[in-house]
């Protein structure tokens, strides 16, 4: 079973093989949004890239980026990932949103 670190909760978490990452922060407590966009966020769609994570260690026991997190988060540092995207496939040490100084903004759909 893979085990999530949440450095900025000082939080260690099991959690099930493709868990989602996401889900699994808030099935513990931790808070993965910012302010007003624990209220206003996709609710795990990928759309408005205020679920941000970086993976400080085991970025390769995550899935592969979605295209989603491609569009959502270009420009934003390689190790950054949107954590409903994610499918938790070994053990990972990451910083959820709220400790980040940063949260990419969303970058909108070019048609
Ligand atoms: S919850 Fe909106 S992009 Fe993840």
Known sequence: MPTVEFLDA????????????????MLHDV?????????????????????????????KSLSPKTIREHIRLRGAPANYRLSCQCAVLGDVSCIM?????????ANPVKA
């Open 10 to 25: 000082g939080q260690q978490v099991v959690c099930g093989q493709y868990a989602n990452l996401r889900k699994t922060a």
């Open 31 to 59: 808070e993965v949004y910012k302010g007003v966009w624990q209220k206003l966020n996709c609710h795990g769609n990928g759309l408005c890239a205020k679920c941000v994570v970086e993976v400080v260690a085991g970025a």
């Open 97 to 105: 949103a709220p400790a980040l100084d940063a949260v990419p903004a």
